[in-house]
C-alpha cells in the first residue's frame, strides 16, 4: 500500500515537470506554469537553468487579457475557432476520462499542450500563444465574450464575438450579405450551437 502511494506520488512529480517542460518550450508566461503545475519559483528557476532557456525564449510581460488578438484579422478569427474547437473536443475527452468528472490543474496544462501542439502542426506561422489559448479556453467555456458556434447561414463553425454586433454570420457570410442582403430569420439565435462542454476552470 505505501508502496503504492510513493509511486503515485512519483508519478505525479513527473507528470509535473513534464508539463512544465513542455509549457516552458511553448514559451508559457512563468504565471501560467506556476498556475498549471503547482511549481514554485525557485524550481522553476532551477528547471530553466538545466534545460537551458534563455531570456530571449522567454515571454515576459502579464498573461493577454484582450480577445483583439482573436478577432483582428479574419486569418485570426479562423485559427481562433479552429484552435476554441479542438480545445472543446480534447477537454471533453479528457474530462469524461476522470473518474469524478472534474478536470485538475494537470489534466488541464495537458490539454492546453495538446491543443497547441496540434494548432502549431496546421498553422506554423500563428501568431497565437499558449497564453492566448487560456484565455480563449476559459471564454468559450464560460460563453461571456467569445462563443464556438455554428454561422446561421452556412452553418460553418465558427468565434462569435457575443458583445459585437451582427454576430451570428460568419464573416464570409456577412461579406456575402453586404452584397446581396439576405433575409432575417426570427430564430437565428437558436440556429448558433454550442460545441462540447467546458471544464472547470478556477485556476485562471
Ligand atoms: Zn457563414
Known amino acids: 500500500m505505501e ?7 512519483i508519478d505525479q512529480e513527473l507528470r509535473r515537470r513534464q508539463l512544465a517542460q513542455r509549457l516552458v518550450a511553448h514559451q508559457a508566461r512563468t504565471r501560467t ?23 530571449e525564449m522567454r515571454r515576459r510581460g502579464p498573461v493577454p487579457k484582450s480577445f483583439a488578438a482573436f478577432l ?29 468528472g ?6 488541464i496544462g495537458e490539454c492546453l499542450c495538446d491543443v497547441f501542439e496540434a494548432h502549431t502542426a496546421c ?7 499558449l497564453d492566448h489559448l487560456v484565455l480563449l479556453s476559459k471564454s468559450v467555456d464560460e460563453a461571456a465574450a467569445l462563443a464556438l458556434g ?7 463553425v465558427m468565434l462569435a464575438d457575443l458583445l ?8 464570409r457570410c456577412q ?19 454550442s460545441i462540447g462542454e467546458g471544464v472547470q476552470q478556477e485556476l485562471f
Open 3 to 9: 508502496a503504492n502511494l510513493a509511486r503515485e506520488s
Open 33 to 55: 506554469i506556476f498556475r498549471l503545475t503547482g511549481l514554485s519559483r525557485h524550481q522553476l528557476a532551477t528547471m530553466r537553468r538545466r534545460w537551458q532557456v534563455t531570456a
Open 72 to 100: 483582428s484579422t479574419q486569418r485570426t478569427r479562423d485559427e481562433a475557432a479552429v484552435m476554441a474547437l479542438w480545445w472543446r473536443l480534447f477537454a471533453s475527452v479528457g474530462a469524461t476520462s476522470q473518474p469524478n
Open 102 to 107: 472534474r478536470t485538475g490543474r494537470l489534466e
Open 123 to 129: 498553422f506554423p506561422a500563428s501568431t497565437l500563444e
Open 150 to 156: 455554428r454561422c446561421a447561414t452556412c452553418e460553418a
Open 164 to 171: 459585437g454586433p451582427r454576430r451570428r454570420r460568419c464573416y
Open 175 to 193: 461579406r456575402a450579405e453586404a452584397v446581396s442582403p439576405l433575409p432575417t430569420t426570427s430564430d437565428e439565435q437558436k440556429r448558433v450551437v
